[in-house]
């Protein structure tokens, strides 16, 4: 299974970008997929998740900026709308996959990464 973003670009504060990720390869079913980001010198963390059942969860530091969504049954993306410095990050694709019927194990994977610069 490969998730591969893309979207990240520099963008003024203020600003909007759109990112998205798609999943390949051998998948049944996708539970769970969801944005994380890392800035340099931080922790990895949790932007937005979305279930298959389309229950949305969002971190604090996002509410009412970004919008997660999952338009297509193997793609998710993120409406990330007014942009601040402080949301440049390195942003990556995570699923939860389960690769051959319901009862198979959940797997989880994550992409590469792409980059979303905000200046200032």
């Known amino acids: 299974v490969q998730l591969v973003e893309s979207g990240g670009t520099l963008v003024q504060a203020g600003g909007s970008l759109r990112l998205s990720c798609v999943a390949s390869g051998t998948i049944f079913n996708i539970k769970t997929m969801g944005w994380y980001r890392q800035a340099p010198g931080k922790q990895r963390e949790l932007v937005a998740t979305?279930?298959?059942?389309?229950?949305p969860n969002y971190a604090d530091f996002v509410k009412g900026r970004f919008t997660i969504s999952r338009d297509v049954w193997n793609t998710v993306s993120l409406q990330m709308n007014s942009l601040k410095p402080e949301d440049t990050a390195d942003y990556y694709c995570n699923a939860d996959v389960q690769s051959i019927d319901y009862s198979s194990a959940v797997v989880n994977y994550w992409g590469r990464g792409t980059q979303v610069t905000v200046s200032s």
């Open positions: 979305l279930t298959s059942d389309s229950s």
